[in-house]
């Protein structure tokens, strides 16, 4: 079994536009979460709107969960395996249907033949539905289930009101619903509001309903899936898939590799990861060079090799620490030999 707690991470999608602070007509415009899903155990935000004009981005904390251009909310699930289990997409506010595409496979963007990435381009929203809502603004559901829409065009929706799944379809590099509110052609920020005049506050008046702003508190880095198995995984995507944590180690394993995958690493993050075994006894520690940069998403695994003797039975325990000035965070897992 392992565990799995606070998480997030990163990757691409989207679009490019100016994103404004809300203006008045959105004073009734109250958001509730657009996702099924529990933030910062089930789902993460991984990108916020770029809230800076110049060709940097930044989010509207000031922090680097977004990138260039982006105009919308990512909220990313840890694996493709909780994607095929089903994360509902739901109405933020009432409103009516105002278009929708569906029928675009599920397929990392990276996966397409050259050939075909122009056409992926163009269709970067992938399966989408788009509310109009009464005061004139609009919201945005992207990258949906292929064939989950579960609405029609010029239908009245409630909010919370299932609208499809999360999916991966289109400009995309991971499991994410992106969300997106738009007045005309501008791009609104939900979580700077209408009130926003001092960059990276947060202003009083943001477009979420205070449930929502609750759940949406901002964490800067998060642990997407941590996990044990017999093999070191590939790469990003082998954590990703959601198959590779294995709760029981066969007996005739040669290796037993710890690893961990999370969102918003952070230069100079010093990182740890330890091993421990049956009575506690710590079989490896692993500090990797400290981080240099800031990257959107990061794993890191570490391994031990079959004792001669066997593997005593038992009860491993992996961890990993991720220590920065402003604040410590861990995550655990465990592996069991029989
Ligand atoms: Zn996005």
């Known amino acids: 079994m392992t565990s799995r707690f606070r998480k997030r991470l990163a990757a691409i999608t989207c679009l490019m536009l100016t994103v404004i602070s809300a203006h008045a007509f959105a004073d009734d415009l109250e958001l509730d979460l657009p996702i099924g899903c529990q933030l910062g155990d089930t789902c993460f935000i991984q990108h916020y709107p770029d809230m800076d004009p110049s060709k940097k981005a930044k989010d509207h904390t000031c922090g680097f969960l977004t990138y260039d251009g982006h105009k919308g909310t990512d909220f990313r699930l840890p694996t493709l395996a909780d994607m095929e289990a089903g994360v509902p997409v739901l109405a933020a506010a009432d409103g009516v249907v105002a278009n929708l595409r569906d029928g675009v496979t599920d397929q990392y963007f990276e996966d397409y033949p050259s050939a075909v990435r122009p056409r992926i381009k163009e269709i970067g929203l992938g399966n989408t539905v788009i509310l109009a809502h009464e005061n004139g603004l609009k919201t945005i559901y992207a990258h ?195």
């Open 144 to 338: 949906l289930k292929k064939n989950s829409v579960t609405v029609a065009k010029l239908q009245k929706v409630k909010r919370g009101d299932i609208l499809g799944y999360v999916g991966l379809s289109g400009l995309t590099e991971f499991p994410h619903l992106h969300f997106q509110v738009m007045s005309g052609k501008a791009v609104i920020d939900p979580f700077s509001g209408p009130q926003k005049t001092t960059p990276c506050t947060h202003s009083e008046t943001p477009l979420w309903s205070e449930v929502a702003q609750h759940e949406l508190a901002y964490q800067p880095t998060g642990f997407l899936v941590t996990g044990f198995s017999a093999k070191i995984p590939k790469n990003r995507r082998a954590l990703e898939s959601g198959n590779m944590q294995q709760s029981l180690l066969p007996p005739n394993s040669q290796t037993l590799i710890f690893w961990s995958l999370y969102y918003g690493s952070q230069k100079d993050d010093v990182v740890t990861l330890t091993i421990v075994g049956p009575d506690n006894k710590l079989l490896k520690e692993y500090s990797p060079k400290r981080v240099s940069k800031n990257q959107i998403s990061k794993y890191f695994f570490v391994g031990i090799k079959k004792p001669k003797t066997g593997w005593p039975k038992g009860d491993y325990r992996g961890q990993i620490t991720i220590k920065r000035s402003s604040a410590t965070i861990i995550d655990e897992a465990k592996i069991s030999v029989r």
